[in-house]
C-alpha cells in the first residue's frame, strides 16, 4: 500500500516556472516506478511523465518533453516534477501515481494515486 500526496501547484504567468512534489507513504518506494498524469477540464487524464524505480529511466509526453524535468529522491520518498515554460495548455490537475503494471504510458498500469493538485497558466 502506498500513499501518494502532492504539493506545489498554484497559479504562475505564461513563460514561469513551477515544481511539484509527491511525497509517499512506506518502505517500499523505490520499488515502484513513479508517474505524473494531468486532466484539464472536460478531457481525460493524460500522461506527463513517468521515472523508474532507481531513477535511471525517465520517459516523456511530447508535449513537454525539453521543458520538464521529473526526479526522484528515494531517501525522502519524494518524486518531483519541474516545469519550466510554461503554457496555457498546461492548465490541470497533477496527479502523480505509484506504477504496479507494465506500461508507464497509461493510467491502468498505476494502482496508487495522489489527490491532485492543481495547476494554472495564465496568458
Known amino acids: 500500500q502506498v500513499q501518494l500526496v502532492e504539493s506545489g501547484g498554484g497559479l504562475v504567468q505564461a513563460g514561469g516556472s513551477l515544481r511539484l512534489s509527491c511525497a509517499a507513504s512506506g518502505r517500499t518506494f523505490s520499488s515502484y516506478g513513479m508517474g505524473w498524469f494531468r486532466q484539464a477540464p472536460g478531457k481525460e487524464r493524460e500522461f506527463v511523465a513517468a521515472?523508474?524505480?532507481?531513477?535511471?529511466?525517465?520517459y516523456w509526453a511530447g508535449s513537454v518533453k525539453g521543458r520538464f524535468t521529473i526526479s526522484r529522491d528515494n531517501a525522502k520518498n519524494t518524486v518531483y516534477l519541474q516545469m519550466n515554460s510554461l503554457k496555457p495548455e498546461d492548465t490541470a490537475v497533477y496527479y502523480c501515481a505509484a506504477r504496479t503494471g507494465n506500461s508507464y504510458y497509461y493510467t491502468s498500469s498505476y494502482d496508487y494515486w495522489g489527490q491532485g493538485t492543481q495547476v494554472t497558466v495564465s496568458s
Open positions: 521515472i523508474s524505480g532507481s531513477g535511471s529511466s525517465t
